[in-house]
């Protein structure tokens, strides 16, 4: 994996525009802060073109998603595909109503994105049923394990053929693909489940990973799985006494906010694929 | 009070739908799944329905209610009724301004609430001055002390008969209570109303205890108010040195992840009446 | 500078009205309850006159503006001038868009504000192009220094003397001023700004120390602005181990929890000019 991606973000400062959900969008700035970026929130129409256009990243995220959003969506993405900038997509709960499966479906289609960071379910749904390569994800239960990491491997690949962007395929284990070559991950803990938003927040991060490190995206994506899984493992050593979930969501901020690229490089549990 | 209350909800992980406050969500999220729930944030109309559906459980809260969720909140109650799914209204701010009174008193009309989770001034906006058993309130300031205790919980009571729902009343003295018995609870401390959100989270608890144990509303509802206000004692044991508020916060939902039926049964002080 | 001004606040509670954004507004909730205040979240239309009715202050904070809150901000600020009720402007992001610029002007022309709080970037755009000072402002960067405070100072008493309102501009020296007197505050920490939300918390706690000092607004809200500046001091001191911008957040909560007007008088680095 390539070296400094994490230097680059601290001292480039990468300005993330977010069209996010109201549940997680304080912890997402916070650790967008943390691992050296900057947010910007702005979800309405009449200047979500206008503030994308001042960041070096867009992270679009469907949780809570609603029909005022949903045009802001399409509009900051076209925009920054216009100018070339890094754009994540984090489709919350595609799967879990036509609503969110079918606007996540219409960015696809419109909007070229540089990232997809989901759990097996979200991405399976993005995939979709009427697709010829169907066969790809019939073994692919809702979780990665090692005995279906195969297929997990070939499916991620797979959707990066078909969309164009990395994917970052997020559980137990984590698999990190373009259409060539995928990385798996499995750094992390399972109490990260236990708090809401290390998902959003780890799209987050992605989106000011890439856009620091334009030109490695694929190593950028995982640098940034591999650091939130190690933050979740550095935050659990801290545990102790009467610490619970709550203590959790702190250390995992504070942990992101003192990485560097030599915690990660010692910490991080990456294979390639 | 029945035992192994909380045992279900860890064990069955009940799925709770919110629609809620834009303030308190994130603190709702991770009480939810300290508890022992899995927290659902979506109030789209375009798909609340769906959502609701493939929830075992659903939270109204009407703080920062906005016209575009009024709707929402109505077409998912109905659903939820119709899938005989728990549903919790906590009506907050209701005798703060017409619009919110209004809209709980709709919400009241057209759904059928498991419980209403209030404090005394929300639930007596609800329970309106044009009720024939209107002296039930009549001694009844806005808080419940030992001197109006016996008003209190026949006002709970009466509320219950009307609404069908069962009443958790919180303050510095809680009453839960349906149309035939109520549980006095004197958990809590004060200094829990220097944080905001601590009724929100207890709705959502009380979402996520009586929908893992629905043969025992009265008593998991109670269970949900003693746990909340047992959090709230076990965080302030805490507290030491420089710690305040903001670390308080934290401790309650480290307090509630870390609770248990026995830790719950040795600690709740609760009487019936 | 007046005394007292804390004590103010912790006796008479002041119940604010915040109309504000999603991304820091659980932040701001809890720095008004710890600073002695009480807050109050409502943004639609059909209620915000009713609710900044039975307020002290109103503070509108434009961050995650949408089409749908402009409008609340104007009855809401009218009803609370109307009332005599303190009003603070947090213009977030004016000058980062149109939208942004233009509404925050659009509240300036219609509402008198009692204090605006932002940083220099968002005050120069509320004072414009077009403005026959112009020049007050020429030799001013984005950010004040010991080497421009002079021009910062002059600035923020012209735009005192224009909008009616006391200016708090903040950064790392603070400016707070009217039209004849400022304060010139160097409390703080840099780190602060690695935590989202300081300052709309900032803005929230000013609300409540010029409600609950309502004679003393330029002293109250330089008294607010030394408190948080002091507060994220006294945080700072607390990091250890692998604390980070997380236990940072938490602790600057704590401070504010636990500061009384001898902690500040003995804390604060406050110069007139």
């Known amino acids: 994996m390539k070296k ?11 300005l993330i525009h977010n069209i996010t959900n109201y549940v997680t969008v304080n912890d997402v700035a916070n650790i967008l802060l943390a691992c050296g970026g900057s947010p910007i929130m702005a979800d309405d129409a009449a200047e979500v073109e206008e503030i994308t256009s001042i960041c070096g990243g867009l992270c679009i995220n469907i949780g809570t998603l609603n029909s005022r959003t949903v045009d802001s969506m399409r509009k900051a993405g076209k925009r920054a595909n216009a100018l070339g900038h890094t754009v994540v997509l984090d489709p919350v709960g595609a799967g879990a109503s036509a609503f969110r499966t079918d606007t996540a479906k219409q960015l696809l289609e419109e909007i070229k994105f540089t990232v997809i960071r989901g759990n097996v ?65 499995r750094n ?14 780890l799209s987050g991060v992605t989106a000011a990973f890439c856009t620091a490190n334009p030109e490695d995206t694929l190593d950028a994506a995982a640098a940034a799985v591999a650091a939130m899984g190690l933050c979740g493992e550095l935050a659990f050593e801290r545990l102790s006494g009467a610490d619970g979930t709550g203590s959790y ?3 995992i901020i504070d942990a992101m906010s003192n990485l560097d690229d030599q915690i990660l490089e010692e910490g991080r549990k990456v294979e390639s694929r």
């Open 188 to 201: 992390g803990k399972p109490l990260m489940s236990k708090i809401t938003g290390t998902g959003c927040m």
């Open 121 to 185: 379910s979200e991405l399976k749904a993005l995939h979709g049923e009427k697709s010829a390569t169907k066969g790809v994800d019939a073994d692919l239960s809702d979780s990665v394990t090692e005995e279906n990491l195969p297929a997990a491997v070939a499916f991620a690949k797979e959707l990066s053929r078909k969309t164009g962007a990395v994917i970052a395929m997020t559980g137990a284990i984590d698999v990190v693909a373009d259409a060539e070559k995928a990385y798996v991950i």
């Open 249 to 251: 969501r702190t250390y």
């Open 4 to 14: 400094g991606i994490i230097a680059k973000v601290r001292e480039t400062v990468p």
